[in-house]
Structures are given as C-alpha cells and as structure tokens.
C-alpha cells in the first residue's frame, strides 16, 4: 500500500521507506556551516543540497545550478508573487530562497535535504514544516576567530566583511530558535558531530513509515 507516495507496509507488516528531512545548517559568515555542508554532501549519500536561487552575483568558481540558481530580482519577485519559494530572505542586500516544488517531492519520496540558509529562512521553514525540519546552529570559537575566517577567504572587500562582523551578533542571537547548537573549532569534530545528529533524527519514530504496522506483525508473532 502507498500513502503520499511513500511505501507504508505491506499487508505482512513489512516497514516500508521513512520520510525525508530538511537539515538546516545556520551560523553567521565564516563560521564554517559551508565547509560542513561541502563535506557532509561528500560524506554521505543519502544527503542531498537544496539549491536555493539568488540575486547576488557569483562569486568566482560558482557552478549555476549547482552552487544557486542566480536570478535577476525581478524574476525573484515573481517567484515570490506565484508562492513559489519555501522560504525566502534578503540578506547583505541580496534576496535568497529555496524552490518549494523539488522541496516537497524529496522529502514524499523519502530523500533528505540539506539547507544552508540564515535564521530568517530557518524560521519560515519552521512555520511551514516543523515536523520535517531538523536546525542546527554553528557559533565560532571566538569573535577574532571569526573575523580570521572572513578575511582569509579573500572573497569579499574589507566593507563587506565588516558589514558581517556587525551583523554577527544579530545572528548569534537566535540561536535558542534551533533544535542543535554547536561550536565549530575543529572541522573535522564538527562534521563528526552534524553526521551524529542527521543519523539519530533518521531514526525518529515518527519518520519511520509503516513502523506501526510492522511492529502489530512482530506483536502477531510473524
């Protein structure tokens, strides 16, 4: 039997497949969510990026279609106006959101999605689907760490990092609205502790298709 396109459990109590989650990676600029998501999307087969679409310009060695989709804003408007984004949010003077329609149908078909978005696009999604959402939140070592980070990238002018600096706090402040927090002063620990979390939250009950019917089997003695 079939139920959202999912397998639910055949009539013998077979678990069928669990529903996809969206795993959200947060943190201010250069504390290390992008390099976490790169590694986890290597790592693991079962993880999946969610592109989102951007009106900034691409930053050299950006793939379109595989990095963002980059749009003009105009078109992002109309993407808005047709609801057709899960989430959206303007940040640094540029507007990011993620398409609903691939969302949705990775998580029916039981795929996970990852998210590298901002607190705002975080809350948006916990609005709209908070039993399929799971948050985690990176803080840096320090503020001079962090700092560090941005200008050793060398991808942006001394302006804009300091345009990320001042926003740091604002960002560190909502860590309380996500389900994990932890602090990245070792790449290598970080990403350990990411897999440690996406492994735990597969094997929550309620993403586990068809357990009630298996379980009533093993109860019938088969």
């Known amino acids: 039997m079939k139920q959202d396109g999912n397998v639910v459990g055949s009539d013998n109590g077979e678990l069928g497949r669990r529903r996809g989650l969206m ?3 947060s ?4 504390a290390g969510k992008t390099t976490i998501a790169r590694r986890l999307l290597t790592e693991d087969a079962e993880l999946e990026l969610s592109v989102s679409v951007t009106t900034r310009q691409r930053r ?3 793939v379109e279609g595989k990095d963002y989709h980059f749009v003009t804003i105009s078109d992002f408007q109309i993407m808005i106006n047709d609801r057709a984004l899960l989430e959206y949010a303007k940040v640094f003077d540029n507007y990011y959101g993620t398409p609903a329609a691939n969302v949705m149908a990775a998580l029916v078909e039981g795929r996970d999605i990852l998210f590298d978005i901002d607190w705002q696009g975080t809350q948006q999604l916990a609005d709209s689907s908070r039993e399929d959402l799971v948050s985690v939140f ?3 070592p ?3 760490d962090l700092e560090q980070r941005l200008l050793s990238r060398a991808q942006d002018s001394a302006d804009v990092v300091a345009a990320r600096m001042s926003k740091a706090a604002d960002e560190i402040s909502h860590y309380r609205e996500y389900d994990y927090i932890l602090v990245n002063r ?11 979390i996406l492994q735990a939250e597969r094997l929550r009950r309620d993403r586990q298709v068809g357990l009630t019917g298996f379980v009533k089997t093993l109860r019938a003695g088969y």
């Open 23 to 25: 795993l959200v990676l």
């Open 27 to 30: 943190s201010p600029s250069g």
């Open 60 to 62: 050299p060695g950006e």
């Open 138 to 140: 990176i803080l840096p």
């Open 142 to 144: 320090s503020t001079r």
């Open 186 to 196: 070792d790449i290598d620990v970080a990403v350990a502790q990411v897999k440690a």
